[in-house]
């Protein structure tokens, strides 16, 4: 199942099934409905897993019908617990809801967004890392919940909310469980939402974290073994076994060490894009070497700026609010060429960087956090204080020698305080701090105090939760294709907040991920220094004059202070502030697309 729609309320039975067709992409084998007086329920899938058993109804049992978006991949395990015969996904989730009430979700290995429907509630659940979307809106009249926004929209029109603006130009996206719509919420990883129906009341609850520790590893050796066992049996664990895979291959050492494991079970498919004309942005020759090493049938595709002028188009017809990073786009244009070559699921290399702290910024920042320690910092903090400047080292210091919170995800893209000169808003300094608040919380409660330990966990939250998992789904499931990634597993999470803090943060970067993938890879991909994804996106906006939707908005509502738009657009031309640049033109654009 790839999108799960639902009205509890009154509604319209055309208007439901004509929100209910907006998510048909995400499925595009089976769709089945349930409709009565008082509700429309739909499910769309996509066959990955039983592909053979085409539902006919969404099942109903003591009562309660469950809407499934997403794959368990302990299923087949849970249903021996449980004692069932050739169960499906459905079936091993009704029982175990049954068996174990709420606490079922703490059982299940995979990624997922869930409906259970009662008479009396609705109980929303979402993955532990947020792979799977899932969205919801309430008022007096119904509850509307669905895979994507889109579907809800074609019911409720968007109400944009300008709030949501710092937000997004901090951190890329609104962050859950927020959106740029004032009436819709998401629901956040690890969370499970309760809707009492008749009280329309919420109640929210946190059913896992990954500050939670099982063991602690201080033995490199161990933690290298620990790894590697936990990884191999999540590669496994995501093999399909009905239909075709392949993997993405970007040559790196992560995407190359999940293809070389899948490869153990079988000749694998690969797949790679790169940037004809533009060597220093291509990575296929590293992906070719990974490639002939693991013996895969191996795929490249190019990216041209035709494809990306294109590409641009479809990708923001499609989002439901604007993202600023500019990967998505050969994203979905790779996801394009696997769902023509007949591809149903992808196997990915997310999650690495995060929790083996693979960033090059986690050790400067780190470096940092000892300037805590000067005792006569004062003068610094007015010095700083008093003497802005545009560098995003002066904010580090600033935020050092006043007491804030230092780092604050990887995805922040605009401080604060240049938020504050560029908006036609009054935003203060540390306003950002607000989103990253429950965060914060959930760390200091768990009683961690290591500073990489919150790098790793605010990443894992916002960087990879909020920006790439949104990302990864949309562009994936635009073209019917399902990502798995291996690294983003429980047990794989449980291995790496298992390990101290200094093993994680071993040289070279990725020490531990390294380790392993020394038994599988040759040694240049193993041990080449890590690039950051880049292509000429700003060179071709620029080219294009695709610019020019930023003068046209701004015109039309005036959300920037001119001066300062002007100094990123002149700065833009020459080579600085690229992704600052991107995020207000991906802005713009959706905003004139959604006619506002």
Not at 335 to 364: A, C, I, N, P, W
Request: hydrophobic share 40%; charged share 25%; aromatic share 12%.
């Amino acid at each position: 199942m790839c999108a799960i729609f639902g009205i509890i309320g009154t509604y319209e039975e055309a208007k439901a099934k004509e929100a209910f067709h907006t998510l048909a992409h995400r499925g595009i084998d089976a769709q089945v409905t349930s409709v009565r007086d008082r509700y429309f329920l739909g499910v769309h899938r996509l066959a990955v897993t039983n592909v053979t058993k085409t539902p006919t109804q969404i099942i109903s049992r003591n009562g309660v019908e469950i809407l499934f978006n997403g794959e368990i991949y302990n299923y087949e395990a849970l249903a021996e617990t449980l004692r069932l015969h050739a169960a499906s996904e459905v079936d091993v989730l009704h029982e175990a809801y049954r068996v174990w009430g709420d606490d079922f979700v703490t059982y299940l290995r995979g990624m997922f967004a869930i409906a259970v429907i009662a008479e009396a509630e609705v109980k929303l659940f979402r993955d532990p890392f947020g792979k799977k979307p899932v969205y919801y809106s309430l008022d007096t009249q119904r509850l509307v919940f669905a895979s994507e926004m889109k579907a809800i929209h074609s019911l409720i029109p968007l109400t944009f909310n300008r709030e949501m603006l710092t937000q997004y130009l901090s951190f890329q996206t609104p962050l859950s469980p927020r959106t740029f719509d004032r009436h819709i919420y998401q629901v956040d990883a690890a969370e499970m939402i309760t809707f009492v129906l008749a009280e329309k009341r919420i109640i929210k609850k946190k059913y896992y974290t990954p500050l939670k520790k099982t063991e602690v590893i201080e033995n490199e050796d161990h933690a290298v073994q620990t790894l590697e066992k936990a990884l191999l049996e999540s590669v496994t664990l995501r093999l399909p076994k009905e239909v075709k895979f392949a993997c993405l291959l970007s040559g790196g050492v992560d995407s190359s060490l999940i293809s070389a494991m899948a490869s153990l079970k079988q000749r694998v498919d690969t797949f790679s894009i790169g940037y004809e004309g533009y060597e220093k942005y291509d990575e296929r020759p590293f992906a070719r070497t990974a490639a002939e090493h693991i013996k895969s049938n191996h795929h490249e595709v190019c990216f041209s700026k035709a494809d990306f002028l294109q590409t641009i188009e479809e990708v923001v017809s499609s989002l439901d609010e604007p993202l600023a990073d500019p990967a998505m786009l050969p994203l979905y244009h790779l996801m394009k060429v696997v769902h023509q070559e007949g591809f149903k699921v992808v196997l990915t290399g997310d999650g690495s960087d995060e929790l083996f702290m693979g960033y090059r910024t986690y050790k400067e920042f780190y470096d940092l956090e000892l300037a805590k320690g000067l005792e006569f910092k004062g003068w610094l903090k007015h010095y700083f204080k008093s003497h802005f400047s545009m560098h995003k080292e002066w904010e580090w210091y600033k935020r050092i020698f006043e007491g804030s919170t230092l780092f604050r995800s990887t995805a922040e893209l605009f401080t604060d305080l240049q938020q504050n000169r560029l908006l036609r808003m009054n935003v203060k300094d540390n306003h950002s701090l607000e989103a990253l608040e429950p965060y914060r919380k959930e760390f200091e409660q768990s009683g961690h105090i290591s500073p990489i330990e919150w790098y790793s966990f605010v990443d894992l939250k916002v960087m990879l939760g909020n920006v790439f998992l949104q990302k990864l789904d949309r562009m994936s499931m635009a073209h019917s294709v399902e990502a798995r990634s291996p690294f983003l597993d429980k047990e794989v999470v449980a291995a790496a907040f298992s390990c101290t803090p200094e093993l994680r943060m071993l040289k070279p970067s990725k020490a531990l991920v390294k380790s392993v993938a020394r038994k599988y890879l040759p040694e240049e991909i193993v041990d080449r220094k890590k690039k950051g994804f880049n292509y000429p996106y700003m060179e071709w906006l620029q080219e294009s004059g695709e610019l020019e939707v930023i003068g046209r908005i701004q015109e039309k509502m005036h959300l920037f202070n001119e001066p300062e738009l002007e100094m990123y657009l002149e700065k833009g031309e020459k080579g600085m502030f690229k992704q600052h640049l991107f995020s207000l033109y991906m802005l713009c654009k959706w905003l004139e697309q959604k006619g506002l």
